[in-house]
């Protein structure tokens, strides 16, 4: 498993309008992003966070290049930025 975690820096009156992104996105990434197992929201007071499953870092990778991502996810949030988003990529260690 693998996951991608995107930090955005979204005021708290901003916080509602973010929220409906995301679920106005969830399903399509789902439906129609090869590898996508899962997108949770998950917020905090100093940031909502957005954690994508994917099943390989391939995957992952493609997600961000995807005209889902940059054109319609992107362009959605980012008047909603107080700053840029923090991307990271996490892989799930097997022991």
Same mark, same amino acid.
């Given at each position: ?32 992003? #090869?590898?996508? /197992?899962?997108?949770? !929201?998950?917020?905090? %007071?100093?940031?909502?966070? *957005? ?5 390989? $870092?391939?995957?992952? #990778?493609?997600? /961000?290049?995807?005209? !889902?991502?940059?054109? %319609?996810?992107?362009?959605? *949030? ?5 700053? $840029? ?11």
């Amino acid at each position: 498993m693998v996951y991608l975690q995107i930090t955005l820096n979204i005021t708290a009156a901003n916080r509602l309008a973010a929220a409906n992104v995301f679920l106005q996105y969830r399903e399509p990434f789902l439906s129609s992003i #090869q590898g996508a /197992l899962s997108k949770n !929201l998950l917020l905090r %007071d100093e940031d909502v966070q *957005l954690l994508h499953g994917f099943d390989t $870092a391939e995957h992952a #990778q493609h997600y /961000l290049q995807s005209e !889902l991502f940059n054109k %319609d996810v992107v362009s959605a *949030l980012t008047p909603l930025l107080a700053a $840029a988003p923090d991307i990271r990529l996490y892989q799930q260690a097997e022991f």
